[in-house]
T-cell receptor, first 117, second 120 residues
């Protein structure tokens, strides 16, 4: 029930195209859904995050769409650029869990995005 | 702001030796730090949650006697891999929460750059 399932495993997009990565979760206690970008040999960096009280959040070229009833959320990268080529991870956590589970992030499996020039 | 550093960035050691990895929050205080392990082309797996001034909480399957975690101050947590073996070779990443920003940024965690451990 703690799993977060991410798809696709890899994605190839042409420059200027839209990249879409999807995640699904089971634990209804999750109430924080961030997306991270990771370049090879580096730590993950927060891209954008959403809470379940909104269905969409946009920051620049990055948009999270959230469907609470379906327990799914997705990342859309508009006007994809070669510099966006990286591994993307969705994650989820719960503040309501409390105790030692407070704030623990559960990560998806990751998506390797390649943007061709 | 909200920078987390790790030292060393990479380390090679012989089997049976111990290795210490430091995680520092440079411009904020972190009551909670997390340690992750990442194998090539895989996701991040949480190893333990480290709270300042108290014992770390380990995830199921993580040997606490092998992966010693100390969080002695609000800006420093250390992970010591004791009696390292080749199967411990991995990318170790820490993250930290800025407790003063929790109310505004909810559960945002800031990640370090990672430490590549290779055990020969």
């Amino acid at each position: 029930q703690q799993q977060v399932k991410q798809s696709p495993q890899s994605l190839i997009v042409q420059k200027g195209g839209i990249s879409i990565i999807n995640c699904a979760y089971e634990n209804t206690a999750f109430d924080y859904f961030p997306w991270y970008q990771q370049f090879p040999g580096k730590g993950p960096a927060l891209l954008i995050a959403i809470r379940p009280d909104v269905s969409e959040k946009k920051e620049g070229r990055f948009t999270i769409s959230f469907n609470k009833s379906a327990k799914q959320f997705s990342l859309h990268i508009m006007d994809s650029q070669p510099g966006d080529s990286a591994t993307y991870f969705c994650a989820a956590s719960s503040v309501k869990a409390g105790g030692t589970s407070y704030g623990k992030l559960t990560f998806g499996q990751g998506t390797i995005l390649t943007v061709h020039p | 702001g909200a920078v987390v550093s790790q030292h060393p960035s990479w380390v090679i050691c012989k089997s049976g030796t111990s290795v210490k990895i430091e995680c520092r929050s440079l411009d904020f205080q972190a009551t909670t730090m997390f340690w992750y392990r990442q194998f090539p082309k895989q996701s991040l797996m949480l190893m333990a949650t480290s709270n300042e001034g108290s014992k770390a909480t380990y995830e199921q399957g993580v040997e606490k006697d092998k992966f010693l975690i100390n969080h002695a101050s609000l800006t420093l947590s250390t992970l010591t891999v004791t009696s390292a073996h080749p199967e411990d070779s991995s990318f170790y990443i820490c993250s930290a929460r800025d407790w003063t920003r929790e109310r505004t940024t909810y559960n945002e965690q800031f990640f370090g750059p990672g430490t590549r451990l290779t055990v020969l």
